[in-house]
């Protein structure tokens, strides 16, 4: 349970599901993601996180693709099937409107679906591992979690005085048990294990 002392952060998003992020004891993340077709809890040391926050805008590009196949498709009914089916043209305001109301929902869904991202990322792989709905509950709230999470992974890499070897090694950790947790996949943790082992040779 999260208590009321710890920086925390709670987001809802209309199709982007409920999140919660909890700072305890100024170093382990707690986050719990509740998405339309998944659900996950896990816990991060601040130390595999890159202090610099990135911005990401997730398009939902499937709906955008789906307004300019039907945009794409009214020309050539009109022009061809629909004088064969419909000599007299009766029914080609119809068409038209039928079209362009497909393709205006489809527009929608795309705006519904698509939202902005503040994406803590880790320290080597760069793979994101933290994501924030961008100003969400409100840009205060937001604002203040992002520098909590951000001083307390530079005050503990700080403090921790490790070296590039063991910062990797610690990484990896990280990846694989969040790999166990279902967080990041099979095929991309073996990915990012072979991008930090190649760093750990260099």
Same mark, same amino acid.
């Given at each position: 349970m999260?208590?009321?002392?710890a920086p925390e952060l709670e987001q809802k998003g209309l199709f982007a599901g409920e999140r919660r992020f909890q700072l305890k004891d100024g170093r382990y993340l707690f986050?719990?993601?509740h998405a339309l077709r998944q659900h996950h809890e896990y816990e991060l040391d601040v130390l595999?996180?890159?202090?610099k926050p990135r911005f990401r805008l997730i398009v939902a590009w499937r709906w955008i693709l789906m307004a300019i196949l039907v945009l794409a498709l009214e020309y050539p009914v009109l022009r061809y099937l &629909?004088? !064969?089916?419909?000599?007299d043209?009766?029914?080609a305001l119809t068409v038209i409107i039928v079209f362009t109301l497909l393709a205006f929902i489809f527009i929608v869904l795309a705006f519904a679906y698509s939202y902005r991202e503040t994406v803590f990322v880790s320290r080597h792989a760069h793979w994101p591992l933290v994501h924030l709905l961008h100003n969400k509950p409100?840009?205060?709230?937001?604002?203040t979690f992002v520098e909590a999470v951000r001083e307390a992974i530079e005050r503990n890499a700080e403090q921790a005085? &490790?070296? !590039?070897?063991?910062?990797?090694?610690g990484e990896v950790k990280t990846l694989r048990r969040l790999s166990r947790k279902g967080v990041v996949r099979?095929?991309?943790?073996e990915r990012l294990r072979a991008k930090l082992m190649k760093m750990t040779d260099e």
């Open positions: 999260m208590s009321d002392t986050i719990e993601n595999a996180l890159d202090p &629909l004088p !064969r089916l419909d000599p043209g009766q029914y409100d840009k205060a709230r937001f604002r005085g &490790l070296t !590039r070897q063991q910062w990797l090694a099979g095929e991309e943790y």
